[in-house]
């Protein structure tokens, strides 16, 4: 399998995908697509999606929303560091 060159170096696992990401991306709502095309990893849609509607099903308005996604991806960076220092 050929590895992506604009992933940069990650800990983050690759994965073949099934679905056209574009076409998943365009279908989010703007705000998510909106906090998906600032993000620092390389999030897949429909992952942004599951944390949107799980929490929407939570009652938490759009600012909480994304206020949750800042805290997973600084989790998922904070995961990074590591592997970053073997390199």
Same mark, same amino acid.
């Given at each position: 399998?050929?590895?992506?060159?604009?992933?940069?170096?990650?800990?983050?696992?690759?994965?073949?995908? !099934?679905?056209?990401?574009?076409?998943?991306?365009? =279908?989010?709502?703007?705000?998510?697509?909106?906090?998906?095309?600032?993000?620092?990893?390389?999030?897949?849609?429909?992952?942004?999606? /599951? &944390?949107?509607?799980?929490?929407?099903?939570?009652?938490? !308005? &759009?600012?909480? &929303?994304?206020?949750?996604?800042?805290?997973?991806?600084?989790?998922?960076?904070?995961?990074?560091?590591?592997?970053? /220092?073997? =390199?």
């Amino acid at each position: 399998m050929r590895r992506c060159a604009n992933l940069g170096r990650t800990a983050q696992r690759q994965r073949r995908r !099934t679905r056209d990401s574009m076409a998943a991306f365009d =279908a989010l709502p703007a705000p998510l697509r909106a906090w998906l095309s600032r993000a620092a990893l390389p999030w897949s849609p429909a992952s942004c999606l /599951r &944390i949107w509607q799980r929490q929407r099903a939570r009652g938490a !308005t &759009i600012d909480q &929303i994304l206020a949750t996604l800042d805290r997973a991806e600084a989790r998922a960076l904070a995961r990074e560091v590591p592997a970053e /220092r073997a =390199a």
